[in-house]
């Protein structure tokens, strides 16, 4: 007889999810205030010989938004990655109802977050950008591959940055977290200043009243390039990314299919540089 697993198994938890967790195996990783400033608090946990990162909102948390807004942030994250499975993002197995709101059940994931730390040599930013030019293209074209397929299922991206990349230097493997906050269709501004790091942000983001769109997102995904590549970044790729970044909408690629393509081709005629 099959014994019920549980995290995989239970749909709910009577209490809050720290003491559950503490009690059905190994917490050894905690993120929370300070360590984050979303109002989120997520475990790292070990049942048996598997490990889990389970993603819970704190309700007195005092930061941008309250409860309810976290609430709906993590129910938000848990449709996208519902409606696009791709190796980039780590699996999820179930979504757990606890007093606190509901617990999002991830697989673990090797690797450090790239945000932070630029100015510190030995910060994984930093590493990362002193990793082959081979190594960081290869990490740009999985995040490529993985916004066309988000854009196919719907979704624009809202507060993509380094802080969105977890990387294994070892396995030479990517993972990208934390799309919390992407749209389902393209939308209208209605913040302003909208949630984001500004080095990743379009022109639009900052508006109020401008639209949210796939052009967006191209733009964001062309800053990305900039921040792990550098801003002198030469020849077709060069191109390529700066339409991505230009100013005027009009100007950059419609899609990120059309973007991915021009990317691509660059990429196969060999011609980029990274000085």
Not at 157 to 173: H, I, K, P, S, T
């Amino acid at each position: 007889m099959s014994t019920a697993h549980p995290l995989r198994d239970i749909e709910r938890i009577n209490g809050p999810p720290g003491p559950y967790l503490e009690a059905i195996g190994t917490v050894f990783a905690l993120f929370g205030a300070p360590t984050q400033d979303s109002g989120n608090v997520s475990y790292g946990v070990q049942v048996g010989g598997e490990r889990f990162f389970v993603k819970t909102t704190d309700p007195e948390a005092e930061v941008f938004g309250d409860h309810a807004t976290r609430v709906a942030f993590l129910y938000n994250a848990a449709r996208l990655r519902q409606s696009c499975d791709h190796p980039t993002l780590p699996a999820l197995h179930r979504i757990v109802e606890t007093a606190h709101g509901p617990a999002l059940v991830y697989d673990w994931v090797d690797g450090e977050c790239l945000y932070g730390g630029r100015a510190d040599p030995q910060s994984a930013h930093q590493r990362f950008c002193r990793l082959p030019g081979d190594a960081i293209l290869a990490v740009l074209d999985a995040i490529y591959d993985l916004h066309v397929w988000l854009v196919l299922s719907g979704w624009i991206a809202v507060d993509f940055y380094d802080g969105c990349l977890m990387y294994d230097f070892e396995r030479q493997a990517a993972h990208v977290v934390d799309l919390d906050m992407y749209h389902l269709g393209a939308f209208t501004n209605e913040m302003g200043r909208m949630f984001g790091s500004t080095r990743f942000m379009a022109p639009e983001e900052f508006e109020r009243g401008a639209l949210i769109d796939e052009r967006t997102t191209v733009f964001t995904m062309g800053r990305a390039a900039i921040a792990f590549l550098g801003h002198d970044i030469g020849g077709a790729m060069g191109e390529v990314v700066h339409r991505a970044c230009r100013q005027e909408r009009e100007a950059r690629y419609r899609s990120m299919e059309e973007f991915c393509a021009a990317w691509q081709q660059a990429r196969r005629l060999g011609r980029g540089c990274i000085l």
